[in-house]
């Protein structure tokens, strides 16, 4: 805790000085918190896209200019949405802090959706304002055209004018920023979406406060020791709620930030040796990637760096955390939060390696400070006991101060268990789950299974009909690079695989069809694309009929 007061430089008198000073001035949101990280590591590199470099001072400076554009031109205050199709870049970034500043409602929209889903989007929520990328340039203008409500739409061309302005400002010696005034603003809402790139998309407001960022804050920093940190490479996008969260996170403690638009394996491998990273924010899928062509490539050496993993945002498999501890080391920390609950559980190398070695199972780790996360059993919504499975969910309770108050538990989907140590596991999703034989089957555990095996890369399970059963699980598998075989083994089949599985699943447990495939579904956050897994699986029951 001393080391990140003295990272925050709130171990003087200065830096509380400068915390009042952004809050006086901005008020409570996050353009507050870059002002007072301006004010704290000014000359500081900030952030690194794929064609900028900003100090803190350059980046404070042009989310100003976004912010009084913004304000002036499209009348942008509170009670006003604007949504935001763009990929990691500083754009998005500064996007972020203008309209935080501004106290404005701000929706993150997934730039892999479908058009008909931003359709559905700009119809139900009435933007005010679009900022987007240029790829959805044509559509977007046309669209606007025969909408029903009006709404501008804004280039990320355009914002990047904004801030080829202020690069004049500063040339000229103008101090144009230092006379922009606002007035004290609350943080208007940050809207994240849920539901992937398929199907229904679903909203997770948030209102952020002081009371909401502290617990997340203190447990992410002290228990993956940040501030002993200087660089970090954001891979996670930022419209995701676990992006953000590192992306403020690092603001706060002055550290550098790389972000690129879009992830590539290789190059990241030449990002961690160029800029000596030390923290890479990721999804389970881009570490497997790093890692086969690290490994592959002889590249190991180039990883040497990095000291924090963070994983987050989608399951960690037993498999993948061997191979990280057996070529990287004891670097990997396992994140679990959801959209609308936020940042809950933490697990460190050391947790997950005991967990591993006493059950097999990978922990998401101990609930972050103050937060009352348990399994509940449905439909009574109580607690369940120790290694009793139920529903996550998350407990407060609202009521004013003397007021009797309300029992509020939000549910996550997620199936899971704590055991005596206060340690949580996941086991899926509840609307994965299915019923074969009277049992029930949670096609997660299925798929860690098959991932232990040496010649499998990646799999999914989904339910599908049976006359006997009722239901059974199908499995999509991915091979091996049959370069990664040894010499005298030969390419797995479904006959092997069936044969290895019988020892290690129960019966209501085993594969109906294992099918293997070039590659699987991933949505742009990194995670499994289970809608289509599921399209896959109802286009096999077609078929049985």
Known sequence: MLSLLRRLRLYSPMGWFYLLQAVVKHGINVLALLAFAQSNYSNRTALRDDSRELTYKQLYKEAIMLADWLRTEYIIEPGKKLAVICRNDSILVETVFAV????????????????SQIETMVFQHKFDCIIYDSAYGEQLKKYQQQAEHKFTLLDCSDILTVGMKQQEVQNNNVKKTDRIRFERRSMGRLILLTGGTG????????????????????????????SNYERAYIATPIF?????????????????MIVRRKFDAQATCTLIRQYQIEVLSVVPLMVRRILNIASEAGRM???????????????????LFEQVNYLWGEVLFNLYGTSEGGLQTIAD???????????????????????????????????????????LGIEWHTG??????????????????????????????????????????????????????????????????????????????????????????????????????????????????????????????????????????????????
Request: aromatic share 8%; charged share 25%.
């Open 301 to 319: 050496d180039d990883l040497r760096t990095v000291q924090c993993v963070a994983s987050g945002g989608a399951e960690l498999d037993a498999a």
């Open 240 to 256: 995701h709620g676990y992006g953000l969260a590192l992306l403020l996170l690092w603001t706060a403690l002055g550290g550098e």
């Open 199 to 226: 199907g229904t998309v679903k909203t997770a407001s948030h209102k952020p406060s002081l009371r909401q960022y502290i617990s997340p804050f203190l447990s992410i920093s002290t228990r993956l020791k940040l």
């Open 400 to 545: 004013k101060l003397l007021q009797r108050s309300k029992r509020v538990v939000q549910l996550s989907g997620d199936m899971g268990w704590m055991d005596e140590a206060g340690y949580f596991y996941l086991n899926g999703r509840t609307d994965e789950m299915i019923i074969s034989g009277g049992e029930n089957v949670h096609p997660l555990a299925v798929e860690q299974i098959l991932l232990a095996h040496p010649q499998i890369l990646e799999a999914a399970a989904a339910g599908i009909k049976d006359k006997q059963y009722g239901q059974r699980l199908a499995v999509w598998a991915v091979r091996r690079e049959q370069s990664d075989i040894v010499d005298s083994e030969e390419q797995v089949q479904e006959a092997d695989l069936f044969i290895w599985l019988k020892t290690r699943v129960a019966r209501y447990q085993m594969p109906l069809s294992i099918i293997f495939v070039a590659e699987l579904p991933y949505t742009a956050t990194g995670k499994l694309d289970r809608g289509m897994i599921k399209t896959w699986a109802e286009r096999l029951n077609k078929a049985m009929d």
């Open 100 to 115: 935080s500043g501004l106290g404005a409602d701000l929706y993150f929209l997934n730039p892999d959706m479908s058009f």
């Open 349 to 391: 190398p050391q947790q997950l390696l005991e967990s591993f070695q006493k059950s097999g199972n990978l922990t998401i780790g101990q609930k972050i400070w103050g937060l009352k996360l348990y399994p509940y059993r449905l439909p009574q919504l109580e607690k369940c006991r120790p290694l009793e499975q139920g529903e």
